[in-house]
């Protein structure tokens, strides 16, 4: 791979601009050549700003001959056909999270991405919070002992407002749920963290907010280590973002991390002492909002791998992880049992 890796980004939205900066605070090794919209505002605002070329259409933003890569900021529905035809043209796709709103989409990128020989990452960024990098340490270095029980919620708020800016939010097609949009950094948290799930129960709820998905859910996860775990997910809390945490119950250890984006380690007591302790004061910090700063750790990462430096964060295969238990949680809800994982199509 070159020293420098050619960008191009389609979906100039809100999270579009933590890419652009992501890649713009990477310029040693990375340079954003051309954005595309469907808008022809944000089409021309994005590129404008950044200097670069700008498309309505993403076929002939892909026809370029200087691309090495593409990032996916369009909404989830769409992920999966803007990744292909990336992947046909022979480059690397960088999705936002969700890599697909079904199973079988999800297949069809990591497929189409295999049998062109190119990279499929999927944005997982708050993977590198250093909270949850310090939780994951514990958890590898056997630290809790036998875990029994994670607890994780999402209490946020999102108004009628925020639905209503744009027609994908809240459709099953495009966008899903407060579990498929909202809180699934928070379900790959778990499984990450404490997976693989073997079954799970869940309730939805439309208890406020006019779309079609749920803005309320609560599901209870059996792991196949035979431990416990709980998300509850609204985002109907009064009057803003209240708590997105997580709490592990193990043998010899018991942690929680809070804040409004598990940004903050509250409770850190285990029976045996670790040099980590000492970062525990270190590792909290207070976000701008709760997508984080990790877009940028998450580009290092991308860009390393496609030099060859390094093995991805979450691939195609890592990323369906996650889409699998929403859509396990989702089937529960519908059909009023528990739901056993690998799910079928
Ligand atoms: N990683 C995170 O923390 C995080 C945070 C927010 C959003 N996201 C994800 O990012 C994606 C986008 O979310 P957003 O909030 O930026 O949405 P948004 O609605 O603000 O932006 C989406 C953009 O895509 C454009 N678009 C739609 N169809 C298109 C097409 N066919 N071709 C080109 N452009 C098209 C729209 O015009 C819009 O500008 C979603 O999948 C969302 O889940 C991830």
Redesign the pocket.
Known sequence: MKDIINFGL???????K?HIEAISMLKDSARLVAV????PV??QKTGEENSVDYY???DDMLARDDLDAVS????????P??GIAAAKRKLHVI????MATSLKKADELISACDENGVQLFV????RLNPTLQLVKRAIDKGRFGRIYMAIVNVLWSRPQSYYD??K??GTWEF?GGAF??QA??YIDMIEWLIGPVESVCAYTGTLARRIETEDTGTACIKFRSGAMGSINVTMLTYPKNFEGSLTIIGENGTVRVSGIAVNKIEHWEFRDYDDDDKLVGMSSYNPPN???Y??TGYYKNVIDTLKGIAEPDTDGREGRKSLELILAIYKSAREGRSIPLPLEY
């Open positions: 389609v979906g100039c939205g809100r999270i579009s933590n595309c919209d469907i808008d944000r089409a309505t259409c993403l996916i900021c369009t909404p989830s529905g769409l992920h056909a803007h999705t936002e999270k969700p944005v997982k960024q708050n800016q744009a994908w939010r966008d498929m949009n699934s950094h709760v997508y984080g990790g877009h």
